[in-house]
Every structure is written in structure tokens, then in C-alpha cells.
């Protein structure tokens, strides 16, 4: 079977003579010969359906000679002949069994065209060549018919049909293909081919033991990621006049991943600030699965899957926030294949992670906590965990950065311990430690440390309770202590000497250190001096807390009022508050004008926002305490409230034209003066001792304001300047003038410099007495010119009253 020997075309015939060395030797036969010569033999192949030319050489020997008759046998039975004698078509027969599938072809071709061949025209013939003188030629012509084999069928080792795609298998598997071809005639030979060459062949005489079919196992041990896409192709063959019968599958695998790689690994990370790590794996088909793990625990954040073509490649992205617990694990990405039992590949990552630190603090070993007195020396350590490590710590006690001072016992050692030495009481409370890295500052939750003092009075000043006879008065004993008290001690000092007081007659309330005596006096002799003294857990208190009793009484006065905030309708006023007699006061405040009482206004500490007032008024304050005895003396002062900041008004212009007549009064006023001082100098004796206005009376200035509701209330020497002359306002003592130096109310400029005779000296607590004229109805009147001066009185507190 030399290939150069070979045409090959699909469903067109192809004849190959083969001439054996004998085949041009013609075979002499004798004259008229009806003897079959036997001659040599030449094969002509065909496949069924095909044609074939069966060669029989008709050139006349000589020239002059001719071709008579050709005919053609079929097992010694003619089947067709061609007669030259014969014109037309007329000329050609043939036998049934070639039907119309035959017909001669003359020179140059000289042979039998046989058409659309069945297996029922494998044959040799024979052609007889008559010649009208040369002697008949016999050739004898072999047609093989080819049955071609079916398409062949491939099958896997369970016995079903595969086509297009075998597989998938696993990388590394095993697996058998099977070709099986029926028919063919003659047998086939059967091939596993990949692309051109040959794993297997079956040749066409190797015996199976089917009939009718032939089998090709192509058995394929530990295929691998080459395997992948391979094409193997099941031939079968037995004749070159045809193309092989081929049947193809094409291999499918799955692959497990290759490598797996995280890709960023930039470290260190932060506790809390989210990070994003993306892992890569390779090589897989169909794509990975990537999961992500630190120790056992899988990580639940989003993971993308992205595969990007073409690079077999899976990517996944971690989005994940860091925990301080993961510091110094591993982070495992993992990429496996469900598809294999042990396909799982890894990629680790010591994960670096950054955290604030965590500060604790703990006693020194051998400290007891309970058990830590005055005196003591103290040491606390600070256990610091940090990533990175801490590069400060602090301490604080009770919020307030200690600093190292081992002059006052403060010591702090290495970074981590704190020493105190020699301890007070006031070094308890709760301490902190705060360690700093790049994360920022750790503190520790408070220790607090508690130090064991006998009890102390909480207010150091000796106490004066007044208390009235018969009635019970509630003495406080207050006292700092730790541990808390558990007993109070009450002693009575008086004339008589020292006495304890009944427990039964005191409350104790251990956990805040108080004790409340009630105590009644029931004769004098129950006064004295009360002394309190607490124990606890160190001992009894050293100091008692002292409290005098005293009768109770009626209150002394608030002393150094100040003014605040004076505005055209308001004042602030501030006193401070004087002795209260022993019981509980409230404090007053009334503030007067001409016209009668203005504000009244009660509170309990000495403390009033006086609204309302009016502008440009000159206002009397009284101000003075009182309890269940009574009330204290008055203080009293003059205060003008602000000009209210608006356009002068018509009555104030009338008053400026009218002042231009008052030259004419001038006379009158002078009279007017001379009369008031005399009549001053007759009163003055009277009455100097029953005015003190003071801003800055105090409970030991003994000179006491004018008595309300007194006879002298309705002095009748003393006309206020309300027009209500007749009646008698509450109280009535009061007229006030206040002078205004202020430049722009020239009315009252004039006015004062009218009022005040300049020879009067003008001081503090001073009190004088001018003689002035009314100007609206001409009666006199005698007034008091008070001046008062406090620093922010000073320059217009003048009264004249
Ligand atoms: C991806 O798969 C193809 C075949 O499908 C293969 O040729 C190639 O080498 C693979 N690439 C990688 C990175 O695994
Ligand atoms: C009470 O009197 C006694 C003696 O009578 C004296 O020792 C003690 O100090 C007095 N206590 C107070 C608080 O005055
Ligand atoms: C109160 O006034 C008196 C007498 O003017 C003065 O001595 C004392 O210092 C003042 N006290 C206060 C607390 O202002
Ligand atoms: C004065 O006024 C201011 C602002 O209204 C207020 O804060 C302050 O307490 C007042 N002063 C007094 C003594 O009332
Ligand atoms: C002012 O109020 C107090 C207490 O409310 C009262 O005792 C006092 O009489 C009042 N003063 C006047 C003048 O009404």
C-alpha cells in the first residue's frame, strides 16, 4: 500500500491496476482460439456504491486490423458485449444483473465502466477481445467491492455512548475509551489516534471474538492538566479508496488549583480600622473556591469572586476589621475544589496587628487593699498590653497627672510602677494608669485606693446653735471618716460639768458619718458646749466637733450690701449674712419710694434681684432678717436707678425755661435756707441718734435704723416730699433726694447745688440736716442730707432726706 499509488476522492472510484511483470505479456493464443487462455490476473477495487473501470485492452495488434467484438464474462457467463458491427447502440448489450450499470469505453480508456457497485458485483471476469484478423485476446480482471465499515462509536468503560465531550474526569484519574466499528469488508483495522499519531491499532487480521463488530480499548492512566482539551479521534479503515471512518472526543478535566497567593500584605494593621486583603489562586478549572481563616474560625466578610478570564485565575477580597485577638495569628487564605478530596492549597499571613494598649493596675503584691493607713508606703504597677509596644505611661490620681517627686514621696520607677511614701488621707481616691502608642492612649479602669483614718470633723469652726428653752434644736454632727463610723460619743459641757448624752437622744447614720443630737433645753443650766466625737475602724476622733448653745434669739442684720447690675428698673443686692440668732432666718428686702413701698421681697439667703423699680428713682432699700424670735434691725440705704435712655421730655424742657425764672424765687430760697437750718439746730439733738443708713452696717455697729411703726414714723418735722402731706405712708419716714451729678440732667445739677449749703461736709454716716424749700407748694421742710459712700455709690449716693 504505497501511498504514492493512492487517489483518494469521497464517493468517486478509484482504479489501481496493478500490473504484474506478466500482465503486458499477452498470453499467444492459437488462431479462433475458443479456448480460455488462462492469463494474468488484474485486481480492481471499488467501494460499494462507487465505479470502477475494468481494463481490457482493445488496440488491434497490427495496423491494419480492427477490433470485431469485446465481451465480457462473468463466471464463464457473458454479461456484456460490444459489437463494432453493430452501429449505434445497438451495439452494446448486457446481462440483467448489470442492468443499464455498464458500459464500454473505448480507446484511449479501453475499459468497463461499471456504475453505483453492490457487493453482488465482487467477481473476476473475463474480457475476450475478437480482432477481425489478429487472434482473440483474453484478460482477466478481479473487482474487489470494499464494504466500508460503519462510523465507529465510541463508549466509556460503563458502556454509554460518548460524543463531543468525554469526561469530565478528575486530574489524575484513570479512564478507558472504547471504539467499537461494525461491518467492513474486508475487516477494518481500527486506530486511537491524538492529532497524528497512533496510541493503538487493531490491524485488520487480528482476531476478535465478536462477530460483525471490532473493539479498540485506549486506556488513559493519570491524566494531567496536558490531557486537558486532548482530542482523540477512533479510526477505522480497510480500504485507501475511502477516507478512514473517524469518530472524535475531546477530553474534559477538572484541574485542581495550582498555587494560591495572598497579594497584599502590607502590615501592620489597625484594631477596628477595616482592611482589605485579596488573595489570588491559579490554575483551578473550573475556578476555586477561596475561603478566608485565622486559626479555625472562618471569616464571614465579604469575599468577591472575580474570575478573570483567560489566567484561569480567582481573586477574592477580604474586607474585614481587625480584632486585638488576632494579632499574631495566622490568616489563612484557602483555595480548594469541591471537586477533589485533597485539592486544598494554603497561603498564610502572620498577621501584625496594632492595637491601643490595655492598661491595668493592681496593688503591689504584699499590699493589702483594706488595710492601708496613714503613713503607709504604697505601690502600684501597671500591666500594659500593647501592640506595638507602649512608649509612655502615665498616672493620675483622681484626674490629676502625677508627676515624679520623691521629695513629697512621689516615685515613679521604670514605666510600669508607681511608689508612694508616707501616705495622707488625701492621696485616697481612685488612680489610673494611661499607656500611649501610635494607636493612641490606653487607660486603666480606676483602682481605688482607700486609706484608713480615724474620723475627722468635716467643718473645722465652732458652732453657735441657738436654741430656746423647751424647744428642740437639731444639732449636725458631721464627720469624714473610712471606714464609715460605727459609733458617735455626744457630751455636754456646762456649769455643771461634763455630762454624756443619752445615745437614745442622738441618730447615728454611719455610711454618710452623721449624727443628729435632738436636744431641748429645759433650764438654763442645758446650755453650754456640745462635743461630738465619732470611732470607727482606727480609733476615736481625736478633735471633737464642738457646738456652742446658746439661748436662742432674734437675728442680727445682714451687714455689707452691695449693689450689682443698677439699671433704669433693676438692682442685684448682696449682703453678707449676720449672726442668726441660732435658728434658721429668711432675709428682707423692701424697697421704698415716696409714693410708698415699691418691692418686697423675702428670701432665704441674703441674696435679692430687685425688679421693677422705675427709672431715675431715688429708692430706700431697707434690709433685714428674721427667725421665730423676731426680727433683727433694719439697714437701710439710698440707691437711684438709672435714667431711662430715651428723648428728654416736655416736663423736663418746662423745667429748664421755668429755672430761667427762678432767679426770681432765689430770694425766697435763701430765706427758705436760713429757715430750714435753724430749725435744724433745734432738732438735730433729737434725731441725729435715730437714722443710720449705712451700706456697711455689721451686727456689732450698735446704732439701728430708725424703727419702723414707731411714733417718729409720722414725724410731722420730717414732710416727705409726697404729695400726700396729710397721711402718713409706711413708712412715712422716708423722703428721699437723691443727687444727680450727672451732667446732662442740669435740672438736677442746679437743684442739688440749691440744696446742699456748700459749707456742709459731705461724709460717710453723716447725717445733717438742711432746711430746704418745696418747690411745688412753698411749705419747708426739713431734710436730712445723708451721704453715703460706697465704691460703687461713691459718686452719686448722696441723699438728703
Ligand atoms: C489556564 O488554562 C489553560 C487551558 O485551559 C492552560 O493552557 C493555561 O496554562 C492555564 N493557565 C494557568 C495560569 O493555569
Ligand atoms: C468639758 O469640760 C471638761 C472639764 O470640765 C474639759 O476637760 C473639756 O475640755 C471640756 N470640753 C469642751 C469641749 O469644752
Ligand atoms: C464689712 O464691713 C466692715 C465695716 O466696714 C469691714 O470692716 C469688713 O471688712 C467688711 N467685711 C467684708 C467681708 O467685706
Ligand atoms: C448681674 O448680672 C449678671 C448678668 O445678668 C448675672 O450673671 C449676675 O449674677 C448679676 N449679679 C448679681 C449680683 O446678681
Ligand atoms: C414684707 O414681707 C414680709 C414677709 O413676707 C412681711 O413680714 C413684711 O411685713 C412685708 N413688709 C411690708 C412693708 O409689707
Known amino acids: 500500500m504505497h501511498p504514492a499509488w493512492c487517489h483518494q476522492t469521497l464517493f468517486a472510484f478509484t482504479l489501481i491496476a496493478i500490473s504484474t511483470p506478466s500482465a503486458t505479456q499477452n498470453t499467444v493464443a492459437t488462431a479462433g482460439s475458443e479456448l480460455v487462455v488462462p492469463t494474468t490476473l488484474t485486481r480492481v477495487s471499488s467501494v460499494i456504491g462507487g465505479e470502477a473501470d475494468l481494463p481490457c485492452d482493445s488496440r488491434p495488434?497490427?495496423?491494419?486490423?480492427?477490433?470485431?467484438?469485446?465481451?465480457?464474462?462473468?463466471?464463464?457467463?457473458?454479461?456484456?458485449?460490444?459489437?463494432?458491427?453493430?452501429?449505434?447502440?445497438?451495439?452494446?448489450?448486457?446481462?440483467?444483473?448489470?442492468?443499464?450499470?455498464?458500459?464500454?469505453?473505448?480507446?484511449?480508456?479501453?475499459?468497463?465502466?461499471?456504475?453505483?457497485?453492490?457487493?453482488?458485483?465482487?467477481?473476476?471476469?473475463?474480457?475476450?477481445?475478437?480482432?477481425?484478423?489478429?487472434?482473440?485476446?483474453?484478460?482477466?480482471?478481479?473487482?474487489?467491492?470494499?464494504?466500508?465499515?460503519?462510523?465507529p462509536v465510541i463508549f466509556d468503560e460503563f458502556?454509554?455512548?460518548?460524543?463531543?465531550?468525554?469526561?469530565?474526569?478528575?486530574?489524575?484519574?484513570?479512564?478507558?475509551?472504547?471504539?467499537?466499528?461494525?461491518?467492513?469488508?474486508?475487516?477494518?483495522?481500527?486506530?486511537?489516534?491524538?492529532?497524528?499519531?497512533?496510541?493503538?491499532?487493531?490491524?485488520?487480521?487480528?482476531?476478535?471474538?465478536?462477530?460483525?463488530?471490532?473493539?479498540?480499548?485506549?486506556?488513559v492512566t493519570n491524566a494531567t492538566?496536558?490531557?486537558?482539551?486532548?482530542?482523540?479521534?477512533?479510526?477505522?479503515?480497510?480500504?485507501?479508496?475511502?477516507?478512514?471512518?473517524?469518530?472524535?472526543?475531546?477530553?474534559?478535566?477538572?484541574?485542581?488549583?495550582?498555587?494560591?497567593?495572598?497579594?497584599?500584605?502590607?502590615?501592620?494593621?489597625?484594631?477596628?480600622?477595616?482592611?482589605?486583603?485579596?488573595?489570588?489562586?491559579?490554575?483551578?478549572?473550573?475556578?476555586?473556591?477561596?475561603?478566608?481563616?485565622?486559626?479555625?474560625?472562618?471569616?464571614?466578610?465579604?469575599?468577591?469572586?472575580?474570575?478573570?478570564?483567560?489566567?484561569?485565575e480567582t481573586q477574592s477580597l477580604l474586607q474585614w476589621t481587625p480584632q486585638k485577638a488576632h494579632n499574631g495569628q495566622e490568616l489563612t487564605c484557602r483555595a480548594e475544589h469541591d471537586k477533589f478530596n485533597r485539592s486544598t492549597i494554603e497561603s498564610k499571613l502572620t498577621l501584625n496587628i496594632y492595637y491601643v494598649p490595655e492598661a491595668r493596675m493592681h496593688l503591689g503584691a504584699k499590699m493589702n487593699p483594706n488595710d492601708i493607713e496613714e503613713g503607709d508606703d504604697v505601690y502600684f504597677g501597671c500591666d500594659v498590653d500593647a501592640n506595638p509596644p507602649a512608649y509612655k505611661v502615665?498616672?493620675?490620681?483622681?484626674?490629676?497627672?502625677?508627676?515624679?517627686?520623691?521629695?513629697?514621696?512621689?516615685?515613679?520607677?521604670?514605666?510600669?510602677?508607681?511608689?508612694?511614701?508616707?501616705?495622707?488621707?488625701?492621696?485616697?481616691?481612685?488612680?489610673?494608669?494611661?499607656?500611649?502608642?501610635?494607636?493612641?492612649?490606653?487607660?486603666?479602669?480606676p483602682l481605688k485606693m482607700q486609706i484608713v483614718y480615724r474620723p475627722l470633723c468635716r467643718k473645722r469652726e465652732i458652732k453657735l446653735i441657738g436654741a430656746a428653752l423647751q424647744e428642740p434644736s437639731m444639732v449636725e454632727c458631721e464627720v469624714d471618716a473610712f471606714p464609715p463610723p460605727d459609733t458617735f460619743e455626744w457630751t455636754l459641757n456646762n456649769s455643771a460639768g461634763s455630762i454624756k448624752v443619752d445615745p437614745e437622744r442622738f441618730t447615728v447614720n454611719s455610711k454618710d458619718g452623721i449624727s443628729i443630737l435632738k436636744y431641748i433645753p429645759v433650764s438654763d443650766v442645758d446650755y453650754g458646749t456640745l462635743a461630738c466625737r465619732a470611732t470607727n475602724l482606727a480609733g476615736q476622733q481625736v478633735a471633737p466637733c464642738v457646738y456652742t448653745l446658746l439661748p436662742a434669739t432674734h437675728p442680727e442684720p445682714p451687714h455689707n450690701c452691695t449693689v450689682y447690675n443698677l439699671t433704669d428698673d433693676s438692682l442685684d443686692l448682696i449682703c453678707l449674712i449676720g449672726y442668726e440668732g441660732g435658728l434658721s432666718c429668711t432675709y428682707i428686702a423692701e424697697v421704698w419710694a415716696n409714693e410708698g413701698l415699691v418691692v418686697n421681697s423675702t428670701n432665704t439667703a441674703t441674696v435679692w434681684?430687685?425688679?421693677?423699680?422705675?427709672?431715675?428713682?431715688?429708692?430706700?432699700?431697707?434690709?433685714?432678717?428674721?427667725?421665730?424670735?423676731?426680727?433683727?434691725?433694719?439697714?437701710?440705704?439710698?440707691?437711684?436707678?438709672?435714667?431711662?435712655?430715651?428723648?428728654?421730655?416736655?416736663?423736663?424742657?418746662?423745667?429748664?425755661?421755668?429755672?430761667?425764672?427762678?432767679?426770681?424765687?432765689?430770694?425766697?430760697?435763701?430765706?427758705?435756707?436760713?429757715?430750714?437750718?435753724a430749725l435744724i439746730a433745734t432738732r438735730f439733738k433729737h434725731h441725729s441718734t435715730n437714722y443710720e443708713v449705712s451700706m456697711q452696717s455689721s451686727k456689732n455697729q450698735k446704732t439701728s435704723l430708725q424703727k419702723r411703726n414707731t411714733p417718729d414714723d409720722c414725724n410731722p418735722d420730717l414732710i416727705p416730699l409726697s404729695k400726700d402731706i396729710g397721711d402718713c405712708p409706711k413708712p412715712p419716714e422716708y423722703s428721699t433726694v437723691v443727687a444727680n451729678t450727672e451732667a446732662k440732667n442740669s435740672g438736677s445739677v442746679h437743684s442739688l447745688a440749691r440744696t446742699h449749703s456748700p459749707t456742709t461736709p459731705l461724709s460717710a454716716q453723716n447725717t445733717e440736716l438742711q432746711n430746704d424749700r418745696n418747690n411745688t407748694n412753698g411749705l419747708r421742710t426739713h431734710r436730712e442730707v445723708v451721704t453715703t459712700r460706697t465704691p460703687l455709690l461713691a459718686a452719686h449716693q448722696e441723699s438728703c432726706v
Request: charged content about 20%.
Open 225 to 312: 492538566r496536558a490531557h486537558l482539551s486532548s482530542v482523540y479521534t477512533c479510526s477505522a479503515d480497510n480500504t485507501i479508496l475511502s477516507t478512514p471512518q473517524r469518530t472524535s472526543v475531546r477530553l474534559d478535566l477538572y484541574l485542581r488549583p495550582l498555587t494560591v497567593e495572598i497579594l497584599s500584605r502590607e502590615q501592620p494593621l489597625s484594631v477596628g480600622r477595616k482592611a482589605e486583603l485579596w488573595c489570588k489562586t491559579t490554575g483551578a478549572r473550573p475556578p476555586a473556591t477561596i475561603t478566608w481563616w485565622i486559626g479555625d474560625t472562618r471569616l464571614d466578610s465579604v469575599t468577591k469572586l472575580m474570575d478573570v478570564d483567560d489566567r484561569n
Open 61 to 151: 495488434p497490427r495496423g491494419n486490423d480492427s477490433l470485431l467484438l469485446v465481451v465480457w464474462y462473468r463466471d464463464e457467463d457473458p454479461v456484456y458485449s460490444y459489437d463494432t458491427r453493430e452501429p449505434g447502440p445497438t451495439g452494446h448489450w448486457s446481462d440483467d444483473s448489470f442492468g443499464g450499470r455498464v458500459h464500454w469505453i473505448d480507446l484511449p480508456t479501453s475499459a468497463l465502466h461499471v456504475r453505483d457497485i453492490g457487493s453482488h458485483d465482487r467477481a473476476i471476469y473475463r474480457c475476450r477481445v475478437d480482432f477481425q484478423v489478429s487472434p482473440t485476446r483474453n484478460y482477466r480482471v478481479a473487482l474487489d467491492v470494499v464494504e466500508l465499515p460503519s462510523k
Open 394 to 445: 502615665i498616672w493620675e490620681h483622681n484626674g490629676i497627672v502625677l508627676q515624679h517627686n520623691p521629695v513629697n514621696g512621689v516615685i515613679l520607677t521604670g514605666n510600669t510602677n508607681l511608689a508612694l511614701r508616707n501616705i495622707s488621707r488625701h492621696q485616697a481616691g481612685l488612680y489610673t494608669c494611661t499607656a500611649s502608642n501610635v494607636e493612641g492612649d490606653g487607660k486603666s479602669p
Open 159 to 219: 458502556g454509554n455512548e460518548i460524543t463531543g465531550v468525554v469526561g469530565p474526569y478528575n486530574e489524575g484519574d484513570d479512564f478507558k475509551l472504547i471504539c467499537t466499528v461494525t461491518g467492513g469488508n474486508p475487516m477494518p483495522r481500527v486506530q486511537w489516534l491524538q492529532g497524528d499519531s497512533v496510541l493503538a491499532t487493531l490491524g485488520p487480521g487480528e482476531f476478535q471474538p465478536t462477530v460483525g463488530s471490532r473493539s479498540l480499548t485506549l486506556a
Open 609 to 677: 434681684n430687685l425688679r421693677r423699680l422705675g427709672a431715675k428713682r431715688h429708692l430706700k432699700i431697707v434690709v433685714y432678717a428674721a427667725n421665730s424670735r423676731g426680727r433683727s434691725e433694719h439697714i437701710s440705704f439710698t440707691v437711684e436707678t438709672a435714667p431711662r435712655l430715651a428723648p428728654r421730655t416736655e416736663a423736663q424742657e418746662a423745667w429748664e425755661v421755668n429755672w430761667a425764672v427762678g432767679g426770681v424765687l432765689g430770694a425766697a430760697i435763701t430765706v427758705a435756707i436760713i429757715l430750714c437750718l
